[in-house]
């Protein structure tokens, strides 16, 4: 089955830019989606069409795609910004929507 | 507002019968499908299928077809999962989510999102 990979974790320290990658062979022909989820708490849609930003989404957050990867990058992180975050896509034929694994961004 | 607001958290016990629901307002239930994501304890988030309010046609994920049913009854608004015969593992928690895009079948995003149903199974 398809799958998208996401690293486990990023770190960073507060004022840096955060890189959160996403891979997956049906990248370059899917759109890609991000959630962001706060323990506790429902994911919030933060990306959507690999780089559109829904209203009320903070500036800092934007998303890019090159070949089979998609990257979310947030710029001048805050500490509000420490949560998982979740890339989404559907397998090549568009039958199944598919879910990276989760990555954790740590604000040191 | 667009909402999605899901019934509360259930205690069961294996081999009971479950069905939760997903409440939608603020907008036109029947022109967005509905999906439901599983998120076991401490782990990652799995789509297992959908639904159109508007004809209750399903799609669902390899990983659950069979073990789960999705339905709708459009004139209420509302979504539901459920299980004919709960297990331990069935252990975790259900979100629903509205489906937007301008494709008929899986590719879309999901805004927004149901507060999540608490399911545990235990003996």
């Known amino acids: 089955s398809y799958e998208l990979t996401q690293p486990p974790s990023v770190s960073v320290s507060p004022g840096q830019t955060a890189r959160i990658t996403c891979s997956g062979d049906a990248l370059p022909k899917q759109y890609a989606y991000w959630y962001q989820q706060k323990p506790g708490q429902a994911p919030v849609l933060v990306i959507y069409k690999d780089s559109e930003r829904p209203s009320g989404i903070p500036e800092r957050f934007s998303g890019s795609s090159s070949g089979t990867t998609v990257t979310l990058t947030i710029s001048g992180v805050q500490a509000e910004d420490e949560a998982d975050y979740y890339c989404q896509s559907a397998d090549s034929s568009g039958t199944s929507v598919v879910f990276g694994g989760g990555t954790k961004l740590t604000v040191l | ?123």
């Open chain 2, 1 to 123: 507002e667009v909402q999605l607001v899901q019934s509360g958290a259930e205690v069961k016990k294996p081999g009971e019968s479950l069905r939760i629901s997903c409440k939608g307002s603020g907008y036109s239930f029947t022109s967005y499908w509905i999906s439901w994501v599983r998120q076991m304890p401490g782990k990652g988030l799995e789509w297992m299928g959908r639904i159109d309010p508007s004809d209750s046609y399903t799609n669902y994920s390899p990983s659950f077809q069979g073990h789960v049913t999705i339905s709708a009854d459009k004139s209420i608004s509302t979504a539901y999962l459920q299980w004919s015969s709960l297990k331990a593992s069935d252990t975790a928690m259900y979100y629903c989510a509205r489906h937007v895009g301008e494709w008929s079948d899986a590719r879309g995003w999901f805004d927004p999102w149901g507060q999540g149903t608490l399911v545990t199974v235990s003996s």
